[in-house]
């Protein structure tokens, strides 16, 4: 994964959205199998 720079085009940024949409939700899921979330008032705790 690189940084955004202003020389990237929107289907770059789209696609850099994709895989980090994919990595924070696939660790959302390994959080919430291992009962590492919690869900307090309105918030969720991450316990990481």
Known sequence: MHRVSH???V???KR???HIERIV???AVKWH???RL?????KT???V
């Not at 919690?38 to 309105?42: A, D, E, P, S, T």
């Open 33 to 35: 199998v291992e009962d």
């Open 38 to 42: 919690l869900v307090y008032q309105n």
């Open 45 to 47: 705790v991450a316990f």
């Open 11 to 13: 289907n770059e940024l």
């Open 25 to 27: 939700l696939a660790r």
């Open 16 to 18: 850099m959205g994709r």
């Open 7 to 9: 020389r990237d085009n």
